[in-house]
């Protein structure tokens, strides 16, 4: 039976390093001496149309799709199928992300995967959840909140910011932008008007049980 490869999924806010570790993993393929193929969203163009990009100046060259879809039908065009397969900001991509992932790792190759885990609301985003449900390996970084600046690099969350205040509640849940309208923020700093109080609905939930 043909050895079945592997997923990896690196996950964490905005500005803490997803794309740039992302971009290290192919590196260290690529000198191991393996094929590699890089997929980023069509709608991620804040640093570059055509590169996967880290928000410090790192760069590698990548296809940039529409859908899931179109990243098995790229991989068909390869005179030799790669290796390594690496896809940045999984989150914007369609339910089928899943499906080519977990393809991909039947067909014995490796996967990274990086995205958000959660969206400016703090919920789970996108295909994220089921892609780290099924993680064979599992990278969650930080960020420093950039409110309260703590250095123990506490920020798991992204900040959403309109005019420099916080984008309320009832906000689309994509749009894509970098420092000008994103920043990085810990639990207690992240400000979402007009978010349900979790802690009313627990009490609640507690007097009816």
């Known amino acids: 039976m043909p050895k079945k490869g592997n997923l990896s999924v690196i996950c964490g806010p905005m500005f803490s390093g997803k794309s740039r570790e992302l971009i290290r993993l192919i590196h260290i393929a690529e000198i ?5 193929a890089t997929f980023k969203p069509r709608i991620d163009t804040r640093y570059s149309h055509s590169d996967v990009s880290s928000h410090d100046g790192f760069h590698k060259g990548a296809h940039a799709v529409e859908t899931a879809s179109e990243i098995l039908s790229i991989l068909a065009t390869y005179p030799e199928f790669p290796e390594v397969v690496a896809i940045d900001e999984a989150q914007f991509f369609d339910r089928g992300i899943t499906a080519v992932c977990l393809g991909l790792v039947d067909r014995g190759r490796r996967v990274v995967v990086a995205g958000l885990d959660r969206n400016f609301r703090g919920e789970p985003f996108g295909s994220m959840p089921e892609l780290l449900a099924c993680a064979d390996e599992v990278l969650k970084l930080r960020a420093v909140c950039m409110r309260c600046k703590d250095p123990r690099v506490t920020a798991t969350l992204p900040q959403r910011l309109v005019d420099g205040l916080p984008a309320p509640f009832d906000s689309p849940e994509v749009m894509v932008g970098g420092a000008e309208a ?7 700093c992240h400000e979402v008007p007009g978010k349900p109080d979790y802690s009313v609905i627990f009490q609640e939930m507690l007097i009816d049980s």
């Open 32 to 36: 191991a001496g393996q094929r590699t």
């Open 182 to 188: 994103y920043e990085a923020r810990c639990l207690d």
